[in-house]
């Protein structure tokens, strides 16, 4: 019951992330929530501290989205260079540690495939926070692992989950660049 709530939740979610609509962080929020208890009892302890850390970055994103009604407002933008010069390494450097530290102190039975989906989460949960068009990318790359990462673990239906996140990020990487391209003009 838990994985079919979030799924719904997960697929409502991206939609709405795709659509530009601040409810897709407090949908989020619920979404986070079963999944944190699903990937406990499946032994995907890094995905499951994700969860804890996307409920963290969502309240963040809500509250920058939130804030454009009181400003100039947050357009679709391009992440600059020198916020790759920071970002990549520290993707990096977070596979490496998620690695070691699920390899050491779990029992994960696949602990280098969660800690690359864990960092490449996180990396681009952050820039959907920023409303950067890389982070479509980076969650369309994660999805590619994560799709038979669950299929291995028997979370078959996550992974079906995993495969229409997978088409909603190249809808909404298509409708960020759309938007990116008006702005510019």
């Not at 864990?118 to 990318?137: D, F, P, V």
């Not at 790359?141 to 997978?166: C, E, W």
């Amino acid at each position: 019951m838990i994985e079919i709530f979030g799924f719904v939740t997960g697929a409502l979610n991206v939609w709405l992330l795709a659509r530009q609509h601040i409810w897709n962080w407090p949908i989020g929020i619920a979404n986070n929530l079963a999944y944190l208890l699903l990937f406990a009892k499946s032994g995907l302890y890094g995905d499951a501290g994700l969860q804890m850390i996307y409920i963290t970055l969502a309240i963040y994103g809500w509250r920058i989205w939130l804030r454009r009604g009181t400003g100039p407002g947050l357009v679709v933008s391009r992440a600059t260079a020198s916020l790759w010069m920071y970002l990549a390494p520290a993707t990096l450097a977070a596979v490496v540690l998620l690695r070691w530290f699920l390899s050491r102190f779990t029992d994960s039975t696949v602990p280098g495939w969660d800690g690359l989906t864990t960092a490449l989460s996180l990396a681009a949960t952050y820039g959907q926070c920023r409303k950067l068009l890389e982070s479509w990318w980076i969650w369309i790359l994660a999805d590619l692992v994560y799709i038979p990462l669950y299929i291995y673990k028997g979370l078959v239906l996550t992974s079906v989950l995993y495969l229409v996140f997978l088409l909603l990020c190249i809808f909404g990487l298509r409708e960020w660049t759309r938007e990116l391209r008006s702005e510019r003009a």
